[in-house]
Structures are given as structure tokens and as C-alpha cells.
């Protein structure tokens, strides 16, 4: 059985205990992103929003017997529940954005189940909430003490660096976090 995760911002670098069979791969679904999730130490990080600039993804496989195993994996790196976590196929997701462009990439390539972070939206402490625009966001980032900026700016300088969004744009412009060239 090929279970494969789609990943993008820090499971692609630091996957963790996810037991990853070779490297990530480019070529995963373009899926609507931003940088709209404060993370438990203050990060601003992508996750799939509605209104998100589609972006490339990557993908890997996964060393599981069983699709639940992958879940329940993916859910351990994440610290989050496995309702958190997104699963192809299976029933309609409570998190449907990027549901059906991961189902159609997935029959594409032949894949026998697909996993991916499905963390929602989280800014200023209200879950569902995305930044108004850039402006809020890099306020928020300017506001974080020295440590928790530093943080931030890995993320977003690791962050692949073809995962372009309006926010990552003015973080590049105004805060000059570019992508390390590594991609």
C-alpha cells in the first residue's frame, strides 16, 4: 500500500517522528495557503485557508501499513488530534479546502491514501481567524519579542520558497525574510 503525506512549511524540513520513506518530492497539488496560523511558541505559519494563493506542495512516502497509522503518525508530529489531521480516501473531511485537489492529485498518481496537516486558522488566539492583510500580519511579527521573532523568521526563510502568498510577499519586502536557497 503507497500512503503518501502532502506537506508544506516545517514538515518538509523537520518531519520529526514521521517515518519518511526518501526525500521530499516536488509535484504535490497547489493548494490555497497563507501564513495564518500562530503556532503554540508565536510563529506565523501556513496552513490551508479558503481565500489562499495555490500554492506547490510537496509530497513523500510514508513507511505505514495502514492509512489510520499514517493519520495517527502525522497527528503525534503535529501535537494535535487526528481530526486535525486530513485523510484520502475516506469520509467527506470536516476540513474540506484542498480535500477535493489532494483526491484528484492523489487518483493521478496512483496513490493508495493521502494524509496531510489540516490545522485551521488561528490568529491572535481565535481559532478560524486569518490575518486582515499583510499590514495585521506584519504587525504582529514586529510586536514578537527577540526570541519568538527568530522563530518566526526561520519559519518563514524555510518555508519553501515557491509557496508565494500576498503575506509572505510583504514579509519579504518589508521585513527583508527571504527564502534560503535550498529549494
Not at 517515518?19 to 505559519?45: I, M, N, V, Y
Amino acid at each position: 500500500m503507497k500512503i503518501v503525506c502532502i506537506g508544506w512549511g516545517s514538515l518538509v524540513w523537520k518531519p520529526d517522528v514521521l517515518r519518511c520513506k526518501g526525500p521530499w518530492q516536488t509535484g504535490g497539488p497547489h493548494l490555497p495557503l497563507e501564513f495564518a496560523r500562530t503556532s503554540r511558541d508565536g510563529r506565523l505559519t501556513l496552513v490551508l485557508t479558503a481565500d489562499g494563493a495555490r500554492c506547490p506542495t510537496r509530497w513523500v512516502e510514508l513507511d505505514y501499513a495502514t492509512p489510520a497509522q499514517a493519520q495517527e503518525a502525522l497527528a503525534g508530529r503535529e501535537a494535535s488530534g487526528p481530526d486535525s489531521i486530513g485523510l484520502w480516501p475516506g469520509p467527506e473531511p470536516r476540513h474540506e479546502v484542498g480535500a477535493a485537489d489532494i483526491a484528484q492529485w492523489a487518483a493521478a498518481q496512483g496513490v493508495d491514501a493521502v494524509v496531510w496537516t489540516a490545522l485551521k486558522p488561528r490568529f491572535l488566539g481565535e481559532f478560524g481567524r486569518v490575518p486582515t492583510g499583510a499590514d495585521e500580519a506584519l504587525d504582529y511579527l514586529r510586536g514578537l519579542d527577540a526570541e519568538t521573532q527568530a522563530k518566526a523568521r526561520e519559519y518563514v526563510q524555510r518555508a519553501c520558497a515557491d509557496q508565494r502568498t500576498p503575506i509572505r510577499e510583504a514579509i519579504e519586502q518589508q521585513l527583508g525574510w527571504l527564502p534560503e536557497s535550498r529549494d
